[in-house]
């Protein structure tokens, strides 16, 4: 595997990791789409991102939602933005942007599902977007 911005400390401050900084919703674990030690520096690009996806069944389900916190470092790059999207079969279904050196909760992210059957992918997706 290719190391990259997303895959370089997977275990320590990427992945799925027991977290230093903040503590989980629940269990012992957080996933991280980036790095939890703020600081870090890697060269991105628009259109680059990052997701963790799962196959759900959404028969009979309305809504899938999803809650996060969201941290965009003070450095991002000059008109770029971080944008946390939930994804379902790798279509964006909801979409919030991050302002630079700014860290909030997002417990609003849904995605209407009522019309789908059986198991499709879903996921939440960390973007370098121009806004």
């Known amino acids: 595997m290719a190391l990259t911005a997303f895959t370089s400390r997977l275990g320590l401050g990427q992945g799925r990791i027991r977290p230093q900084r903040a503590a989980p919703a629940s269990g012992e674990y957080l996933f991280v789409l980036g790095d939890e030690d703020p600081g870090r520096r890697f060269e991105l690009a628009p259109g680059d991102f990052t997701e963790v996806t799962q196959a759900v069944d959404v028969t009979g ?65 960390l973007e370098l977007v121009s806004p």
């Not at 470092?73 to 379902?88: D, K």
């Not at 997002?106 to 992918?121: C, E, I, Q, R, Y």
């Open 61 to 125: 389900v309305d809504l899938v939602r999803t809650a996060l916190r969201f941290r965009v470092p003070a450095g991002a790059p000059a008109g770029l933005a971080w944008e946390a999207s939930l994804v379902v079969d790798g279509v964006k279904h909801a979409r919030t942007l991050g302002r630079p050196g700014r860290e909030r909760l997002v417990t609003d992210m849904a995605a209407n599902v009522s019309k789908l059957f059986g198991v499709h992918t879903v996921g939440v997706r």
